[in-house]
């Protein structure tokens, strides 16, 4: 499995931005595919996660309300909507896929395959 994420870059405090995953490799059946960040001194922590088949989402509270995950079957990518942007979203932002077909899924180590990642800087 192969995961690339884009969409990264810089942004002011209350804009968007989206983040793409293109993921190649395999096919996903209902695999979660996850978003994390991991900003500069803090550990690698969930943001949100889409199920490929179903669509069911789920969310870390920090970001509830202002991120939206969304996928495209069709392309095999994920998105990742992000509004309302605040200094402390500053973070490299990664896509990960996660083989297990049940469960919130909202742990690292139960992903298996990551991206490289991408830089979000949202200014004040």
């Known amino acids: 499995v192969h995961l690339v994420e884009s969409g990264g870059g810089p942004v002011q405090a209350g804009g968007s931005l989206r983040l793409s995953c293109a993921a190649s490799?395999?096919?996903?059946?209902?695999?979660?595919m996850g978003w994390f960040r991991q900003a500069p001194g803090k550990e690698r922590e969930f943001v949100g996660r889409?199920?490929?088949?179903?669509?069911?989402?789920y969310y870390a509270d920090s970001v509830k309300g202002r991120f939206t995950i969304s996928r495209d079957n069709a392309k095999n990518t994920v998105y990742l909507q992000m509004n309302s942007l605040k200094p402390e979203d500053t973070a490299v932002y990664y896509c990960?896929?996660?083989?297990?077909?049940?469960?919130?899924?909202?742990?690292?180590?139960?992903?298996?395959?990551w991206g490289q990642g991408t830089q979000v800087t949202v200014s004040s």
């Open positions: 490799g395999r096919t996903f059946g209902n695999y979660a």
């Open positions: 889409i199920r490929w088949s179903t669509g069911y989402t």
């Open positions: 990960a896929v996660g083989v297990q077909t049940i469960g919130i899924m909202r742990g690292l180590g139960e992903y298996d395959y």
